[in-house]
């Protein structure tokens, strides 16, 4: 499979993901229509206040429309531009006085294809994986995840309606009983996505996070999946290298530049 077809299921799976969650916040703003897709769900933290390309009947026109809605919101908003696939937006963008919030990809777009044999990322000694459905399992994800990524758990907790969602799954990894690793899987098609793969600061540099992805993966790859995708961080980047991940899209994220040092 090339990189083009890759780099499309992941903006699919990706867009999906975005979509449902910020969907699921009390007083969001989420539109897809025109080929522009808009989330706005005023937790303060770019990531859940962006515009993004969705389709290829997007026009300058909606593409305005969708940053002016967006901006009467809050100012910690972003624009997320794939490179090369978005660049007919780029004058519009500089017209609208955003610039790159970072100079660098600040969302790259991973792929695996096709996906490896089972087992193949033993978990650590003591360190046990979960799916979890039940209310109690959930509550341990949000608490993980909220500690891992350092920020308040009622901003995962908004989104928690999400997880209901039968496309998605929900892991913890616990130590001794404590839920100490978080996971989520978002399954589009033929496409398995990985999010919300954080560790408490105590129990990182164990391989809990690479161990939280490939059972994610794998359980995926038992119900039919051959594509897994994810979004990296620069921590996480090199960790999803040695995985089998590798780089097919690359997001350029452009906000307005008063922002630019807002979260």
Do not use: K
Not at 19 to 29: K, P, T
Not at 184 to 206: D, E, K, S
Not at 218 to 230: M, N, P, R, S, T
């Amino acid at each position: 499979m090339d990189d083009d077809t890759l780099a499309t299921l992941e903006h699919e799976n990706m867009l999906a993901t975005v979509l449902a969650f910020s969907g699921s916040v009390d007083g969001a703003l989420v539109r897809n229509e025109g080929g522009v897709a808009i989330l706005s769900t005023l937790i303060p933290v770019r990531l859940f206040n962006q515009v993004l390309i969705s389709g290829p009947d997007a026009t300058d026109a909606g593409l305005r429309e969708a940053v002016g809605a967006l901006r009467a919101r809050t100012d910690r908003h972003v624009v997320s531009l794939r490179d090369g696939a978005d660049d007919r937006f780029l004058p519009l963008i500089a017209e609208l006085g955003l610039v790159r919030i970072v100079e660098t990809p600040w969302m790259p777009g991973m792929a695996m294809w096709p996906l490896g044999p089972a087992g193949t990322t033993p978990v650590p000694e003591g360190h046990e994986i979960r799916r979890v459905t039940d209310p109690a399992g959930v509550t341990d994800h949000l608490t993980a995840a909220a500690e891992g990524f350092g920020m308040p758990a009622e901003w995962l907790h908004a989104m928690e309606g999400a997880l209901d969602d039968p496309r998605v799954r929900v892991y913890v990894g616990y130590t001794e009983g404590v839920p100490v690793t978080a996971g989520l899987g978002m399954v589009t098609g033929r496409t398995i996505g990985i999010y919300n793969i954080a560790t408490v600061p105590a129990a990182r540099q164990r391989g809990y996070g690479a161990a939280m992805t490939m059972r994610i993966i794998d359980d995926a790859a038992a119900e039919g999946c051959d594509v897994a995708i994810l979004q990296a961080s620069d921590m996480g980047r090199p960790i999803y290298e040695r995985l089998g991940f590798r780089s097919v899209v690359d997001y350029y994220g452009y906000a307005d530049p008063a922002t630019i040092d807002a979260a």
